[in-house]
C-alpha cells in the first residue's frame, strides 16, 4: 500500500467530534433558544440541543470552533463551558441589569410625575417643556431598553418573533410618535376623551411615560430573573470546591503531594488526620474515624479500619490511613453526584416557557392587526394621522406589559414574604412543582432529627453501681470527638476524673485505668474478644435497642461487664404537628435514609409517616426519586446533606433545610431558613399560593389583550388611553401579587 492510498483513505474517513458543552449569552426567551438550534441544525451531520434555562447548549457532529462560529452568527455568544467562570458571567449580566434599571427608575419617576403634571395642566407649561420630557426620556428608551431592541433585532433577522419584539416596538413607537407630535406641532384643538373629560391641547405627548414605564417594569423583571438562575446554577462550583485539589501520593515508600488530576486508579494514596481524602479507595493500612456527613448527611463518623471502603470528599479525623485508589476523577461518588444534580437541573421546566411559546402566535398575530387597521383606516379615508394613531393603539395597548409582569412579581412579593417567614424560593420552577406535588420525601438524621446524640437509657448488672459505670465511662470519653462518647460525658452530672492513658481501637471501643480500676467501654464485640462475659440483662438491652434503630454501649470495671448505655439520635420535637398537617394537604410522607430498617421505622412509627424507603446508598438516592416519580408521583423531597443534592434536584419540588450543608441548599428549589420543621408545610403553602396569583395575572393579561385589541383597532381609543389601560393593566398585576404579604404566620 502507498503513502497515497493511505492519505486518500484518511481524507475519506469521517471525523468524529465529541460532544460540545456551550455556554450561551445573550438569550432573553424561548424563542432565542430555537433560534440556535435551527442554525446549528443546518449544519450537515449536527445535532443540537439548547436550553434556554441553564443558558447551555449540547452540539454533536461539530467541533468546538465550529459550534461557537455557528452560534456567533447569529447574534449570541458562546464559550465552551469548561472556559467559562460561570459566576464570574452571571455577576456581569446581573450588574448589567442593575445599572440599566437603576437610570430607567431615577428618569421614570420624574418623568411620570412632572410629565403628566404639564401635559393636563396648561397654565403650568414652559416654553420647551414637551422637548424637556422628550430628552429625559431619550436614555431611558435608548440605553435602558437596549437589551430588548437588540434581542428584538436579532430575532427580527432570522424570521423570530418574541415578547422582545413586541416591548421593543411599543416604547419605540411610543417614543416615536410622542417626537413626530412634538416636532409637527400638536392640533390646536382639544385633545382626546379620557372617560370624565377631554385633554387639553398637545396632551397627546404625554404616554413619553409608557415608553419609559414598561421599559423599567420589564428590567425589574430581568434583573431578579438573573439573579435567581446564578443562584439555581451555583451548585456545580460548591461540589467542586469540596473536593480534594492535591493527592499525597506513596511510590516506593516515598510520600510525594501532587495535583489530583495525576492520581490514577490502583495508586496507593495517603491521608493524614484533618485532611480530605483524595479518592474513593480501600485501606490497606491504619485505622481512623472517618467524617462521612458531607456524604452521607448521617452525624455518627465511621470507624474505618484495613479493607474498609472510604470516599472521596469525605474528611479523615483521627489517624493516618493508606488506601488504594478504585476510583478517581470523574469516576468518584463525589463527581456522581455533581454529573446528576447538574442533568436534574437541566431538565427543570420553566413556568414562564407557557408565556413564551404563547408569544410566538400572540406577537406575529399583534403586528397583523397593527397593519390591517392602519391600511384600513387609512383605505377609508379616514387619514395618515388618524391610521396611524389607531394602529399605534393596538400596538401599545397591546404590549404585553401585564404578560412579562405576571410571573416576576408575584415571585418578587413571594420570595419577600418567604423571607420574613424563613423561606427562600430560588426560582419559578419551585413555584410550578408545589401546586402539584403529592409525595413529601424526608432525609431522615438533621432534617428529622436533631443529628446530636443523647444518652435515653442506663441499665446497671445487679450488684453494680450504675454512678461509678457512668464515671468510669465519662472519664475514658471525656477527651474524644466521637458522637456517642461526647452523649455519654454530656449526660454525666458531677466530676469527672481523669484516665492517664485511655487506649482507644477503632471500631471497638476505649480502655484505660480509672482510680485504679481496669476499664473498658465499647460495643459488645471489644467486650467479648477481651474474654470478658455479658450477662443476659444487658443482652437484652443490646437486642431490643438494635430493634429500635438504637446504639448501645457497655461498660467493664476490673474484668466485668458492669453497665449498658443506649444513645440514639432525637426527634425534632415539632416533627409530629409537621407530619400530621402535610397529612391534612393530602400529601404522601415518605422517609428516605441510608440508617438501618430498624432506626428508620422507630421514627416512621413515632412520627407517622406513610412509607419507609431505607437502607439507600448516598448515589442511589435520586434514583429512588426518580422511582417514584415513574409511579406517577410528584414528589417533594426535603433534605440537609450532600448525599441529598441530587435527589433534591432530581425531585419535582427540593426543599432544604438551612442547618444542612451547602452543597444540598445550592441544589434545592426551596431553602427552609427557618429554624424550625414547621417551614416545611409553610413553604409549600406559600409556594402555592404564589403559583395561583401567578395563573390570576396570566389570566388576567390574557383577557384583557383579548378584550382590549379589537375595541382599539375599531378606533375607539386613542394612544393615550391606550397607555393608561396598559398601564392599569399591569398595575392590577401588582396589586394582586402584592396581596401575597398577607400570607401565613411563623410557626
Given at each position: 500500500?502507498?503513502?497515497?492510498?493511505?492519505?486518500?483513505?484518511?481524507?475519506?474517513?469521517?471525523?468524529?467530534?465529541?460532544?460540545?458543552?456551550?455556554?450561551?449569552?445573550?438569550?432573553?426567551?424561548?424563542?432565542?433558544?430555537?433560534?440556535?438550534?435551527?442554525?446549528?441544525?443546518?449544519?450537515?451531520?449536527?445535532?443540537?440541543?439548547?436550553?434556554?434555562?441553564?443558558?447551555?447548549?449540547?452540539?454533536?457532529?461539530?467541533d468546538v470552533e465550529d459550534a461557537i462560529a455557528a452560534v456567533k452568527d447569529v447574534g449570541y455568544t458562546a464559550a465552551e463551558l469548561s472556559d467559562v467562570d460561570l459566576t464570574a458571567e452571571a455577576q456581569r449580566r446581573i450588574t448589567m441589569l442593575r445599572r440599566r434599571l437603576i437610570v430607567a427608575v431615577l428618569l421614570t419617576l420624574p418623568l411620570m410625575d412632572i410629565g403628566l403634571v404639564l401635559a393636563l395642566e396648561p397654565q403650568l407649561r414652559f416654553p420647551a417643556w414637551d422637548w424637556l420630557l422628550l430628552v429625559v426620556s431619550l436614555p431611558v428608551v435608548l440605553w435602558s431598553a437596549w437589551p430588548f431592541h437588540k434581542a428584538a433585532w436579532l430575532n427580527l433577522r432570522h424570521g423570530v418573533t418574541s415578547m422582545d419584539t413586541l416591548v421593543s416596538l411599543g416604547v419605540l413607537s411610543s417614543f416615536g410618535w410622542s417626537f413626530i407630535s412634538i416636532l409637527i406641532g400638536a392640533q390646536d384643538n382639544e385633545g382626546y376623551w379620557l372617560g370624565y373629560g377631554i385633554t387639553p391641547a398637545g396632551a397627546d405627548t404625554l404616554y413619553l411615560d409608557v415608553a419609559a414605564g414598561v421599559t423599567c417594569f420589564l428590567l425589574a423583571g430581568r434583573y431578579f430573573e438573573a439573579r435567581a438562575k446564578r443562584s439555581a446554577r451555583s451548585v456545580l462550583t460548591a461540589l467542586g470546591q469540596l473536593a480534594a485539589k492535591d493527592a499525597r501520593v506513596?511510590?516506593?515508600?516515598?510520600?510525594?503531594?501532587?495535583?489530583?488530576?495525576?492520581?490514577?486508579?490502583?495508586?496507593?494514596?495517603?491521608?493524614?488526620?484533618?485532611?480530605?481524602?483524595?479518592?474513593?479507595g480501600q485501606i490497606v493500612e491504619g485505622s481512623s474515624s472517618i467524617d462521612t456527613s458531607m456524604m452521607t448527611g448521617e452525624p455518627m463518623p465511621v470507624d474505618a479500619t484495613v479493607g474498609s471502603m472510604v470516599l472521596?470528599?469525605?474528611?479523615?479525623?483521627?489517624?493516618?490511613?493508606?488506601?488504594?485508589?478504585?476510583?478517581?476523577?470523574?469516576?468518584?461518588?463525589?463527581?456522581?453526584?455533581?454529573?446528576?444534580?447538574?442533568?436534574?437541573?437541566?431538565?427543570?421546566?420553566?413556568?414562564?416557557?407557557?408565556?413564551?411559546?404563547?408569544?410566538?402566535?400572540?406577537?406575529?398575530?399583534?403586528?397583523?392587526?397593527?397593519?390591517?387597521?392602519?391600511?384600513?383606516?387609512?383605505?377609508?379615508?379616514a387619514g395618515i394621522r388618524h391610521a396611524l394613531s389607531a394602529a399605534l393603539c393596538v400596538l401599545i395597548i397591546a404590549c404585553p406589559c401585564a404578560l412579562g409582569l405576571a410571573t416576576p412579581t408575584a415571585l418578587m412579593v413571594g420570595v419577600g414574604r418567604g423571607g420574613q417567614l424563613g423561606i427562600l424560593i430560588k426560582g419559578p420552577e419551585a413555584l410550578e412543582a408545589s401546586g402539584r406535588i403529592d409525595t413529601v420525601v424526608f432525609d431522615k438524621t438533621g432534617t428529622l432529627t436533631t443529628a446530636d446524640m443523647t444518652l435515653t437509657e442506663r441499665v446497671a448488672v445487679a450488684g453494680h453501681d450504675l454512678e461509678q459505670a457512668h464515671r468510669c465511662a465519662a472519664a475514658l470519653d471525656q477527651h474524644s470527638t466521637h458522637p456517642v462518647a461526647r452523649a455519654i460525658v454530656a449526660a454525666f452530672e458531677g466530676t469527672i476524673p481523669q484516665c492517664p492513658s485511655p487506649h482507644t481501637v477503632a471500631g471497638r471501643g476505649a480502655e484505660g485505668k480509672v482510680d485504679g480500676h481496669e476499664v473498658m467501654v465499647g460495643n459488645p464485640v471489644f467486650l467479648t474478644e477481651a474474654g470478658i462475659t455479658i450477662p443476659d440483662?444487658?443482652?437484652?438491652?443490646?437486642?431490643?435497642?438494635?430493634e429500635a434503630g438504637r446504639s448501645t454501649v457497655l461498660v467493664a470495671i476490673d474484668g466485668q461487664a458492669s453497665a449498658a448505655f443506649v444513645v440514639s439520635d432525637t426527634v425534632k420535637p415539632e416533627a409530629p404537628e409537621v407530619i400530621a398537617r402535610l397529612t391534612q394537604m393530602g400529601l404522601r410522607t415518605v422517609l428516605l435514609t441510608g440508617d438501618s430498617k430498624a432506626a428508620a421505622h422507630a421514627v416512621a412509627s413515632e412520627l407517622g409517616i406513610d412509607e419507609v424507603l431505607a437502607d439507600v446508598l448516598p448515589t442511589e438516592k435520586a434514583t429512588v426519586i426518580d422511582r417514584l416519580r415513574d409511579e406517577g408521583r410528584v414528589v417533594a423531597m426535603v433534605g440537609d446533606g450532600i448525599n441529598d443534592a441530587a435527589a433534591l434536584a432530581s425531585s419535582d419540588l427540593g426543599l432544604a433545610m438551612v442547618t444542612g450543608t451547602d452543597i444540598a441548599m445550592r441544589s434545592a428549589d426551596i431553602i427552609c431558613v427557618r429554624h424550625h420543621l414547621g417551614?416545611?408545610?409553610?413553604?409549600?403553602?406559600?409556594?402555592?399560593?404564589?403559583?395561583?396569583?401567578?395563573?390570576?395575572?396570566?389570566?388576567?393579561?390574557?383577557?384583557?389583550?383579548?378584550?382590549?385589541?379589537?375595541?382599539?383597532?375599531?378606533?375607539?381609543?386613542?394612544?393615550?388611553?391606550?397607555?393608561?389601560?396598559?398601564?392599569l393593566s399591569s398595575l392590577f398585576v401588582v396589586i394582586h401579587s402584592l396581596r401575597l404579604r398577607n400570607f401565613g404566620t411563623p410557626s
Open positions: 500500500m502507498t503513502a497515497a492510498t493511505i492519505n486518500e483513505q484518511d481524507e475519506e474517513k469521517p471525523v468524529l467530534h465529541p460532544p460540545v458543552q456551550l455556554q450561551i449569552g445573550g438569550m432573553t426567551c424561548a424563542a432565542c433558544a430555537h433560534t440556535i438550534e435551527k442554525r446549528l441544525a443546518r449544519i450537515d451531520g449536527v445535532h443540537a440541543s439548547v436550553n434556554f434555562v441553564s443558558e447551555r447548549a449540547t452540539v454533536t457532529g461539530i506513596l511510590r516506593d515508600g516515598v510520600e510525594t503531594i501532587v495535583p489530583i488530576e495525576t492520581l490514577h486508579k490502583g495508586d496507593l494514596f495517603v491521608t493524614l488526620a484533618g485532611e480530605t481524602l483524595a479518592a474513593d472521596g470528599g469525605t474528611m479523615n479525623l483521627t489517624g493516618r490511613v493508606v488506601a488504594r485508589a478504585t476510583a478517581v476523577g470523574a469516576r468518584t461518588q463525589l463527581s456522581q453526584m455533581a454529573v446528576i444534580a447538574e442533568e436534574a437541573q437541566a431538565r427543570k421546566a420553566n413556568v414562564e416557557r407557557l408565556v413564551d411559546k404563547v408569544v410566538e402566535i400572540f406577537v406575529p398575530a399583534v403586528l397583523a392587526v397593527v397593519v390591517l387597521t392602519f391600511f384600513g383606516w387609512w383605505i377609508a379615508g440483662d444487658l443482652t437484652t438491652v443490646v437486642e431490643q435497642a438494635a417551614v416545611v408545610p409553610d413553604a409549600i403553602g406559600l409556594s402555592r399560593r404564589t403559583l395561583r396569583t401567578i395563573r390570576g395575572n396570566l389570566a388576567w393579561a390574557f383577557i384583557y389583550n383579548i378584550a382590549a385589541i379589537p375595541i382599539a383597532a375599531a378606533g375607539l381609543l386613542n394612544p393615550l388611553i391606550s397607555g393608561l389601560a396598559m398601564s
